[in-house]
């Protein structure tokens, strides 16, 4: 039930996604972030479909990320990346305002709303994501940087093609749309999470198979039943914390998990 709720939640934040992009955004010439927004550009300037320019950028990297990448989280942002390039080729392109600067606004703030929901379904948008968490691995940058850095590669892109008051507005809605995520999920807080469980080996070989992340298993003792117990401590961020908990219980309903956040990780953070 739980991967249901979240496939259709997935789903509904890919359709708001796509609301935003062709009722206000799309119309004035103003680009998403990441690699929707390089598909809008396209889908401006040519006469390819956006819906599908967007799924055949991320397809390379969908399949990248499928080696890389936690198997679940993974599955997820596929979803959402075929969600949203099909909404994207069925939902009409309108212009819902005249007003540039408003739509780049509410265009933001919605498209961050519906990235949000599929955030706190453990997915992503795919894109940018992606990459900027692939890079991560293997540098020193925090994702939340390298995001930054891709999406002013897209604004710089959109004011030599479409002017500098439409790479503005982008520019607008990219940071509108972030300070909505932000507030719905704060992806880049880290969480501890101690699992106490008679099953260490059954729940540490299912979290080192669906997520990039190292752990460390300890062996303890129960203070009342003096019974042993397996101790599983691993550092996630915070969109990957459902299926952390998720793979816990399934595999031991009993398990004891204690979650807290983490001020600084100093230290591989990633299994490499």
């Known amino acids: 039930m739980q991967h249901l709720r979240n496939v259709g939640m997935i789903i509904v934040g890919s359709v708001v996604i796509a609301l935003a992009y062709n009722f206000l955004l799309i119309p004035h010439n103003i680009l998403s972030g990441g690699v929707s927004g390089i598909a809008m550009m396209l889908g401006i300037i040519t006469p390819f479909d956006t819906g599908v320019l967007n799924f055949l950028l991320n397809l390379p990297l969908l399949?990248?990320?499928v080696w890389k990448l936690g198997k679940q989280f993974i599955?997820?942002?596929?979803?959402s990346v075929i969600a949203l390039s099909v909404s994207l080729t069925l939902i009409p392109v309108e212009q819902f305002t005249h007003d540039a600067i408003l739509s780049g606004v509410f265009g933001g703030v919605i498209a961050g709303v519906g990235v949000g929901i599929i955030f706190k379904a453990s997915g992503s948008s795919g894109g940018f994501d992606?990459?900027?968490m692939l890079m991560a691995k293997r540098s020193?940058?925090?994702v939340g940087t390298i995001i930054s850095a891709l999406n002013a590669v897209v604004v710089v892109i959109s004011g030599f093609i479409f002017g500098w008051d439409a790479a503005l507005n982008?520019?607008?809605s990219i940071y509108a749309t972030g300070k909505v995520i932000d507030l719905i999920h704060t992806n880049h807080i880290?969480?501890?999470v101690t699992i106490i469980t008679a099953k260490g080996d059954e729940v540490k070989d299912a979290l080192l198979a669906s997520l990039y992340r190292g752990l460390t298993i300890s062996e303890g003792k129960g203070g009342y039943t003096g019974e042993r117990r397996d101790i599983v401590m691993i550092v996630i961020t915070r969109y990957q914390l459902n299926e952390v908990k998720s793979i816990a219980k399934h595999i031991d309903p009993h398990a004891f998990i204690n979650i807290t956040q983490t001020v600084e990780v100093a230290g591989n953070f990633d299994r490499g």
Not at 75 to 79: F, K, S
């Open 130 to 132: 992606i990459v900027a």
């Open 140 to 142: 020193n940058f925090p």
């Open 75 to 79: 599955t997820y942002t596929i979803i």
């Open 190 to 192: 880290k969480l501890t």
């Open 63 to 65: 399949i990248l990320g």
């Open 170 to 172: 982008t520019l607008v």
